[in-house]
């Protein structure tokens, strides 16, 4: 485990918009509850809470990675619009304490849905 610092900066805050997670047009995920997790140098990655997804559309997957940071990443793949979208999303289900924020939030590969923010 590894603690977020100058050398790795981990910024984790309320996002004042609202976020919608797109699947082949269909809405995956909609909330005025995400989160903005800003890692290092890495683009910023919006958290949504799981009870604002629908999760009848998400089916975990066998994948799962580690982030020295914040722990093993477990994945969902997505039915939506006639597709299925392997691995597109991931959670942290039990992250190391300095990330314990974004436990029980789905975050998506914007290049497998689309996320928009709405003022």
């Not at 976020?19 to 047009?25: E, T």
């Not at 995956?28 to 958290?47: F, G, N």
């Not at 982030?67 to 942290?92: H, M, Q, R």
Request: hydrophobic share 40%; with cysteine.
């Amino acid at each position: 485990m590894k603690l977020p610092g100058p050398d790795h900066s981990i910024t984790i805050t309320a996002n004042p918009k609202r976020v919608r997670v797109l699947a082949g047009g269909i809405v995956i995920a909609d909330t005025t509850h995400a989160l903005t997790l800003k890692e290092a140098s890495y683009p910023a990655v919006q958290y949504v809470p799981r009870g604002d997804a629908n999760m009848a559309l998400l089916a975990r997957s066998a994948r799962v990675t580690h982030c020295p940071y914040k722990g093993d990443a477990n994945y969902f793949s997505v039915s939506a619009g006639g597709k299925t979208l392997e691995n597109a999303i991931w959670t942290y289900e039990t992250p190391f304490p300095a990330m314990a924020e974004i436990s029980g939030h789905l975050a998506f590969y914007p290049d497998k849905v689309t996320i928009e923010e709405v003022s």
